[in-house]
């Protein structure tokens, strides 16, 4: 089993940052790909950024492209969330999610472990 525990989340006014993490602990060599979900209230959960493999390929949701940036600390089992220029629309609630998958995964069923999320709120 992989557990994963966000944090970093809060309240922003907009055009503001936020660093988001993910601590991972537990069966963590077992995990190919770490990513960033959201899901603002009343909608689905979408797909924002990931890091994969020992390369650490990055992807990006093309609705958040050039103001986000996910990076790792492979030492600390760690991966982050750099959000910027953020709007009142980014508001949500932020999960981290590891998969075994080897492939390029995005949506919510190709991921095996999910952390609790973390509220991030933009005011305007």
């Known amino acids: 089993q992989v557990q994963l525990v966000e944090s970093g989340g809060g309240l922003v006014q907009a055009g503001g940052s936020l660093r988001l993490s993910c601590a991972a602990s537990g069966r963590t060599a077992s995990i190919y790909g770490v990513a960033w979900f959201r899901q603002a209230p009343g909608k689905e959960r979408e797909f924002a950024a990931a890091i994969r493999g020992n390369d650490g390929s990055t992807d990006y949701a093309d609705s958040m492209k050039g103001r986000i940036t996910i990076s790792r600390a492979n030492a600390q089992n760690a991966v982050y969330l750099q959000m910027n220029s953020l709007t009142p629309e980014d508001t949500a609630v932020y999960y981290c999610?590891?998969?075994?998958?080897?492939?390029?995964?995005?949506?919510?069923?190709?991921?095996?472990?999910w952390g609790q999320g973390t509220q991030v709120t933009v005011s305007s």
């Open positions: 999610a590891a998969t075994k998958n080897t492939g390029e995964a995005t949506r919510v069923y190709e991921y095996d472990y």
